[in-house]
Nanobody, 128 residues
Framework: QVQLVESGGGLVQAGGSLRLSCAASGRTFSGYAMGWFRQAPGKEREFVAT????????YYLDSVKGRFTISRDNAKNTVYLQMNSLKPEDTAVYYC?????????????????????WGQGTQVTVSS
């Protein structure tokens, strides 16, 4: 089991940037594939980005490609989501999630049911 704590959310104007962080507990962080999801009011939770345990492989929601970048620092037990050129439609609570993937072939984990471990979320609000 891994504990996840997100930070870095806030209020930003359209076109601005934010960097979200997700700090994980435990000494086996490098064995987890990590994902970012978001949920806007009245909508279902939506996949945003995922990164493999090594950090070599990433995958994004089409609407954030070229604007968002997922990365990780396994020495710091932290995964990041750099968000640039933010739009009002990016407004949501953002969650990080973890899935144990040590020893498995890389796969794109894009469904929320793929991840058993979740953080509490951080609010991102983009004003127009």
């Amino acid at each position: 089991q891994v504990q996840l704590v997100e930070s870095g959310g806030g209020l930003v104007q359209a076109g601005g940037s934010l960097r979200l962080s997700c700090a994980a507990s435990g000494r086996t962080f490098s064995g987890y594939a990590m994902g970012w999801f978001r949920q806007a009011p009245g909508k279902e939770r939506e996949f945003v980005a995922t990164i493999s345990s090594s950090g070599r492989n990433t995958y994004y929601l089409d609407s954030v490609k070229g604007r968002f970048t997922i990365s990780r620092d396994n020495a710091k037990n932290t995964v990041y989501l750099q968000m640039n050129s933010l739009k009002p439609e990016d407004t949501a609570v953002y969650y990080c999630a973890a899935r144990w993937s040590y020893g498995t072939s890389y796969n794109y984990y894009t469904d929320s049911s793929d991840y058993p471990n979740w953080g509490q979320g951080t609010q991102v609000t983009v004003s127009s």
